[in-house]
T-cell receptor, first 115, second 113 residues
Framework: DVKVTQSSRYLVKRTGEKVFLECVQD?????MFWYRQDPGLGLRLIYFSYDVKMKEKGDIPEGYSVSREKKERFSLILESASTNQTSMYLCASSSTLRQVTDTQYFGPGTRLTVL | QKEVEQDPGPLSVPEGAIVSLNCTYSNSAFQYFMWYRQYSRKGPELLMYTYSSGNKEDGRFTAQVDKSSKYISLFIRDSQPSDSATYLC?????????????FGRGTQLTVWP
């Protein structure tokens, strides 16, 4: 079974802190994604990566950056956390080599609260 | 205008009811259509996957795609309390393994005994 793990289930940070959210997948997937999920707004794509050291902006990249130094790990960085970044953050991965009808596999999410 | 529109609900039905969940979209290039189910405090999991137009059935679940109307549906027959979750539609022009997915906002469903 594909497993996507996220470093924390719950995280509380203060305004202005630098925050790292880590995501690891164990299936050698090429593609990795970071979303945030807010009530009434659904899933919004922040950044994604098709390969090591590659990244592309999603729909809401402002205030975020990402790092992918190894294939299995994709990090989301909040350079200076703000209260409007309080949200559920979901990581996902998928494989280009699988059939096109394969899915994106999601982690359990990190609930981030910025005070 | 969002590329994918989905009524967030909430939707509350009695056990045994037929549930209809719907999404509309604006991008005519979309040809891969998915429904994800998300239980509380969990990540979304793929429920149904349909390519192009037509119907697909899997047990109590039926997914329909009408590309001419840019409209997709998920039907749940004989709904159960265990179906209580948020249902998200998602779609893509290149398949979920070759490109990004575009998600609806999700519909929160409660099935009461």
């Amino acid at each position: 079974d594909v497993k996507v793990t996220q470093s924390s289930r719950y995280l509380v940070k203060r305004t202005g802190e630098k925050v790292f959210l880590e995501c690891v997948q164990d299936m050698d997937h090429e593609n990795m994604f970071w979303y945030r999920q807010d009530p009434g707004l659904g899933l919004r794509l922040i950044y994604f990566s098709y390969d090591v050291k590659m990244k592309e902006k999603g729909d809401i990249p402002e205030g975020y950056s990402v790092s992918r130094e190894k294939k299995e790990r994709f990090s989301l960085i909040l350079e200076s956390a703000s209260t409007n970044q309080t949200s559920m953050y979901l990581c996902a991965s998928s494989s280009t080599l699988r059939q096109v009808t394969d899915t994106q596999y999601f982690g359990p999410g990190t609930r981030l609260t910025v005070l | 205008q969002k590329e994918v529109e989905q009524d967030p609900g909430p939707l509350s039905v009695p056990e045994g009811a037929i549930v209809s969940l719907n999404c509309t979209y604006s991008n005519s290039a979309f040809q891969y259509f998915m429904w994800y189910r998300q239980y509380s405090r969990k990540g979304p999991e793929l429920l149904m996957y349909t390519y192009s137009s037509g119907n697909k059935e899997d047990g109590r679940f039926t997914a329909q795609v009408d590309k001419s109307s840019k409209y997709i549906s998920l039907f749940i027959r004989d709904s159960q309390p265990s179906d209580s979750a948020t249902y998200l539609c998602a779609m893509s022009d290149r398949g979920s393994t070759l490109g990004r997915l575009y998600f609806g906002r999700g519909t929160q469903l409660t099935v009461w005994p």
